[in-house]
């Protein structure tokens, strides 16, 4: 029982490390852009409502568009599309 915990443990361990090593390579790749990495990589979306629709955005959604650097999440495929279409129309709602 106790052997099974640490083995996830480890596993959990293991991912952690193998995601630091991955933005470790990337900023040294690229001047300045490790900070921008950073601030993507920690919610993964800036919103937390969908500009089309304004429901609720999972932090994790697979929904997800890139508007001038940031990563903008969506509610669902369909809103995605929508903003992809009319980025500017539907931006303004990022705001709020
Ligand atoms: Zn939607």
Do not use: H, W
Not at 23 to 39: F, I
Request: net charge positive; hydrophobic share 40%.
């Amino acid at each position: 029982m106790r052997n099974r915990i640490l083995v996830i443990s480890a596993l959990i361990g293991a991912g952690i490390l193998v995601s630091a090593l991955a933005y470790a390579g990337c900023s040294s790749c690229g001047a300045g852009g490790g900070a921008k990495a950073a601030q993507s990589a920690e919610k993964g979306v800036i919103n937390t409502a969908c500009p089309v629709l304004g429901e609720p955005v999972a932090a994790d959604t697979k929904y997800t568009a890139d508007y001038k650097g940031k990563t903008v999440g969506f509610c669902c495929e369909s809103c995605k599309s929508k903003f992809e279409a009319e980025p500017e129309k539907y931006s303004a709602n990022l705001n709020k």
